[in-house]
């Protein structure tokens, strides 16, 4: 079976932090994405990679960046924590649809 | 109009009924339709994907295309009080690439 794996499953960081999260997959696939899951909105596409060193912006890109060095590190960043960063954020590959990972709840106070 | 449309919920039905999630979608050339179930705090799960017109069966869960109308459904036979989640339906759009566009999920109860 794919693993995605998020390095961390509850954060709680400060306002105008910069915060990384990371992804690592064990199944050589190129795809990779994240996505934020808010109540009533449901998943929305920020970043994505098809490969090494490419990425491509997804619906909301505003206030991230991301990082993809190796093929199976896919990582997201939040240049500046706002509190409307507070949110699930959800890594996927992409093999026979998406495999995510288990999530990270992030709460920027 | 949003591009894929679901119910939000919740819909309630009783152990060993069948339970019919249904999901629309605005993009006439999409080619690839995948049901997700996400139990509260967890991650969504792939529970199967479907690409032709008609129905495909996996065990208990039946995906139903109809391109023509544009929707495509989940039915969940003998529905059991684990079936209880939020169900995602998701939509590869014409020329999106690998992504996927997501419904905001409906909310299963089943009731015993």
């Not at chain 1, 495999?99 to 709460?107: A, E, V």
Request: aromatic letters at 12%; hydrophobic letters at 30%.
């Amino acid at each position: 079976d794919v693993k995605v794996t998020q390095s961390s499953r509850y954060l709680v960081k400060r306002t105008g932090e910069k915060v990384f999260l990371e992804c690592v997959q064990d199944m050589d696939h190129e795809n990779m994405f994240w996505y934020r899951q808010d109540p009533g909105l449901g998943l929305r596409l920020i970043y994505f990679s098809y490969d090494v060193k490419m990425k491509e912006k997804g619906d909301i890109p505003e206030g991230y960046s991301v990082s993809r060095e190796k093929k199976e590190r896919f990582s997201l960043i939040l240049e500046s924590a706002s509190t409307n960063q507070t949110s699930m954020y959800l890594c996927a590959t992409r093999g026979y649809g998406y495999t995510f990972g288990s999530g990270t709840r992030l709460t920027v106070v | 109009q949003k591009e894929v449309e679901q119910n939000s919920g919740p819909l309630s039905v009783p152990e060993g009924a069948i339970a019919s999630l249904n999901c629309t979608y605005s993009d006439r050339g999409s080619q690839s339709f995948f049901w997700y179930r996400q139990y509260s705090g967890k991650s969504p799960e792939l529970i199967m994907f479907i690409y032709s017109n008609g129905d495909k069966e996996d065990g208990r869960f039946t995906a139903q295309l109809n391109k023509a109308s544009q929707y495509v459904s989940l039915l969940i036979r003998d529905s059991q009080p684990s079936d209880s989640a939020t169900y995602l339906c998701a939509v590869r759009l014409t020329g999106g690439g690998n992504k996927l566009t997501f419904g905001t999920g409906t909310q299963l109860k089943v009731e015993l």
